[in-house]
């Protein structure tokens, strides 16, 4: 998705569009209000579902779509030729969600795997910096994006400080994160990236859906030895298509990329949860999704890749399972929706100078920022708290034997030794069918008509950020 941030975004496109100087014409116009209203206003409107030009338009699971700058324009067109679509924001900062399966954010050392998908790559290589490199790769995408991973957590950069103010194991609706909670985004110290891989199996499909995307990933994790369940709770999967490729049609769809999990898309999963993005070769539609954004001629060529798959990168480890992290409540933008393609106010996006490198990012969004939120391009990091001295104990229910196809009611309890906590409960391995309340640790739905055997965690969660957890099994028969 994107920004408004006082029509700035809207006029880049529009000097695009014309050739001109994106920042020359960003900087002219930096001080006109945005039309339409206010400015939380128009952003709820450009990403309501009502919006027709909205790349999330009837298509619901691309979270954090980075609207191409031409689509950016007519969302805004949109949004202020109907300022009754959608109430207007009280506020655009992000609030969390309760997490999905028990996943809100990325806490533990970040874990990027990049997975170049498909025949057409073209031969494989090897260059002096260790990089993969491809013959069919005619922007040098390939080492470009494994540069930025490997230099993002190097040199103490704070970039990515911006994304450990979030955290999880917090009451839905929370603005704030205490100093003492223990699960905080990680910081990816010593580098992001965990692997390589080029699936030459076969040929990416012309236009891939997101079914496929998402089982790419899965195979991916199985590729890489993530074949359980903890291994993939810090871990997502960089789906990057060849040139020539038009993944989820994205040059006709107006955006640029998306990140969702396995489950919304319909792709099953025996590991885990699998987080992953869906990243076109975006210089294959040039300044639409970035190209020179930042830098002039050849050394801005790939602005586009290092912005948008940034974008997606803070996304994921914000909002991991989406929507159940970070994001705002009516309008469901992310971190980086809120300062997408956004060149002031508050922190541009600017040149991020790496170990490894120097790359185009944008900034993206801190509850924390100048006048109670904003963009903003570094902060400290912020490490996991100290820790409770609270004991939460999950009171075992013992193991369970349920018929297929047969309704289920189960409620968890848990105590704590500092009075009047209330839980988070989350849940893995259920059965299928099943759920956890996050609020009241009730274990409900009705289970499917496979019969096996799982292997089940309920976990409670206070506000200190104390944790206690019990396992058991749950035999599904007929």
């Not at 909670?181 to 859906?209: K, R």
């Not at 990012?361 to 490490?383: K, L, R, Y």
């Amino acid at each position: 998705m994107g920004t408004l941030k006082t029509g700035i975004s809207v006029l880049a496109a529009a000097a695009l569009a014309a050739g001109l100087q994106v920042t020359a014409m960003a900087s002219a116009s930096a001080s006109r209000p945005a039309p339409g209203g206010s400015r939380t206003g128009l952003q709820a409107r450009m990403y309501s579902p009502a919006d027709p030009y909205s790349p999330t338009y009837k298509h619901p699971y691309r979270y954090g779509a980075v609207p191409s700058l031409a689509r950016l324009a007519k969302m805004r067109s949109w949004a202020i030729a109907h300022p009754s679509a959608t109430p207007a924001l009280s506020t655009s900062d992000l609030s969390y969600g309760g997490g999905v399966d028990g996943i809100g954010v990325t806490d533990g050392p970040q874990k990027v795997y990049i997975v170049f998908w498909g025949s057409q790559w073209g031969t494989q290589g090897t260059n002096a910096q260790g990089d993969v490199t491809l013959s069919n790769d005619p922007n040098g995408a390939a080492p470009y994006l494994q540069n930025l991973f490997k230099g993002l957590g190097t040199g103490n950069e704070l970039w990515s400080g911006v994304l450990t103010q979030y955290c999880q194991g917090v009451a839905i609706g929370t603005l704030t994160c205490p100093a003492s909670n223990q699960f905080h985004v990680g910081y990816p110290t010593g580098g992001a990236l965990a692997g390589v891989w080029v699936d030459e199996s076969s040929a990416t499909p012309s236009a891939a859906t997101p079914a496929q995307i998402g089982a790419e990933a899965v195979a991916a994790a199985s590729h890489f030895g993530n074949t359980t369940a903890a291994l993939n709770r810090d871990a997502q999967y960089d789906i990057v298509s060849p040139t020539g490729a038009n993944p989820d049609n994205y040059k006709t769809g107006g955006f640029c990329a998306w990140h969702d999990w396995n489950g919304d898309v319909g792709a099953s999963s025996s590991v885990g949860d699998i987080a992953f993005t869906n990243m076109p070769y975006v210089t294959d539609v040039q300044a639409s999704c970035g190209a020179n954004f930042i830098n002039a001629g050849t050394a801005g060529t790939d602005d586009g890749f290092s912005i948008v798959n940034g974008h997606e990168y803070a996304e994921t480890s914000t909002d991991q399972n989406p929507a159940g992290g970070w994001t705002n409540a009516l309008s469901g933008e992310e971190n980086g929706d809120l300062c997408a393609w956004s060149t002031g106010p508050g922190a541009p996006a600017a040149n991020l100078s790496l170990t490894t490198g120097t790359f185009a990012m944008q900034s993206t969004w801190g509850n924390d920022g100048a006048g109670g939120g904003d963009c903003e391009f570094s902060h400290p990091i912020v490490t996991n708290g100290n820790g409770s001295t609270n004991t939460v104990t999950v009171t075992n229910p013992g193991n369970q034997s349920t018929r297929r196809s047969t309704s289920v009611s189960l409620q968890m309890s848990a105590t704590d030794s500092q009075s009047g906590q209330t839980f988070i409960w989350s849940a893995t391995g259920l059965p299928t069918g099943l759920s956890i309340n996050a609020s009241t640790g009730l274990i409900s739905g009705t289970t499917a008509r496979r019969a096996r055997t799982f292997n089940v965690s309920v976990t409670a969660t206070d506000t200190t950020g104390a944790q206690g957890s019990a396992s058991f099994t749950w035999t599904v028969h007929t």
